[in-house]
Each structure stands twice: as structure tokens, then as C-alpha cells.
């Protein structure tokens, strides 16, 4: 027993040196001016890495709302074989001094990296990331984007070093 634990241990710390080294290959970087009341509201999601708690998922959207103690209630709603599926969670901003890291979570306390790499100066759309390279998303106030400015948002990715290939452009018909 004492020799499984010894090796899950040694997996887990090789596993989490091999996330690291894959995040050394992008900028994510997050943006130094970030105003979370303009943020509140809701978002389209234009395009994502796809993962598998939004696999399937179309006309896929998330609204944040500001409560009162200064945490933000996260609603990420969409469609997956026709059915309305919602989660809620919670979002806070950890560190003031860097506003564009934010902690998302939708189950108990266990919290993810949510990275606002890029946003217009009207918060009309946001490039999200994380720490690592495995999430990445392209959210608009509208439910499209026009091509010039979806060229534009590929192009600031691929500068980051992210795969734009990798990104699952949403249906929201």
C-alpha cells in the first residue's frame, strides 16, 4: 500500500511539472486594467478549446452578476442534445493587484484560473485563458463576431502562442 501511494505521488508531481512546461509555450498574460463592473452581464461564447464539461454544448452563454460581499454569481447556460442545461457558481478576484486573474468555481471550494488575456475598451468581447494552455475561449456581448474582428482576436492569439486550430467555433443560430 505504502509503495501505490509512493507512486501516485510521484505521478501526480510529474504530471503537474509536465502542465507546467506546456504553459511555458504560450503568453498568458493577463491585462492590467480590468473593470469588473463593466464585465458584468452577458457573454456569447464565439469559440472554445473544447474539454468535456462543455462537450456538446451549443448556444452556449454565461452571465455574471456582482453580488453584494464583492463575489460574482457565474450562471454558464447552453443547449446539448436539445435540452437547456445551467450551472451556477462563483467567481472572486484574489489579488486587486492583478485584476485580470480571476477564480471561478462551480463545485464546493475547488476553484480554477480564469485569465482575462484580452478585452475591448467597450467590453463588446474578451479573450479568456488560464494558467495552463488546456482553456481557452472567445466571448462577445453579441452572438457573432464579424470576420475582421474574428480575424483580428485569431491573430492575438496565435502571437500568444496559443493553437487556434484547436478552437470549436459555437453554434448560437
Not at 454544448?57 to 442534445?81: D, F, P, R, W
Not at 475547488?110 to 494552455?133: P, Q, T
Not at 457573432?144 to 474574428?150: D, I, P, Y
Request: hydrophobic letters at 35%; charged letters at 30%; proline letters at 2%.
Amino acid at each position: 500500500m505504502k509503495n501505490v501511494l509512493l507512486l501516485l505521488c510521484a505521478f501526480l508531481g510529474l504530471s503537474g511539472c509536465h502542465a507546467a512546461q506546456d504553459g511555458d509555450t504560450i503568453d498568458n498574460s493577463t491585462v492590467s486594467v480590468f473593470d469588473v463592473r463593466r464585465f458584468m452581464g452577458k457573454w456569447y461564447e464565439i469559440a472554445r478549446y473544447d474539454h468535456r464539461f462543455e462537450k456538446g454544448m451549443t448556444h452556449v452563454a454565461a452571465t455574471y452578476s456582482l453580488q453584494e460581499n464583492g463575489s460574482i454569481k457565474v450562471k454558464n447556460e447552453g443547449y446539448k442534445n436539445g435540452k437547456h442545461k445551467e450551472v451556477e457558481g462563483r467567481a472572486k478576484q484574489p489579488n486587486p493587484a492583478d485584476p485580470g486573474r480571476l477564480k471561478v468555481s462551480f463545485f464546493l471550494w475547488f476553484y480554477s484560473d480564469y485569465y482575462v488575456l484580452d478585452i475591448d475598451s467597450d467590453y463588446r468581447y474578451v479573450l479568456i485563458g488560464s494558467s495552463s494552455d488546456k482553456y481557452l475561449w472567445i466571448m462577445s456581448r453579441d452572438k457573432t463576431l464579424s470576420k475582421e474582428k474574428q480575424a483580428e482576436l485569431l491573430d492575438k492569439l496565435r502571437v500568444r502562442g496559443y493553437d487556434t486550430e484547436k478552437l470549436l467555433f459555437v453554434d448560437q443560430n
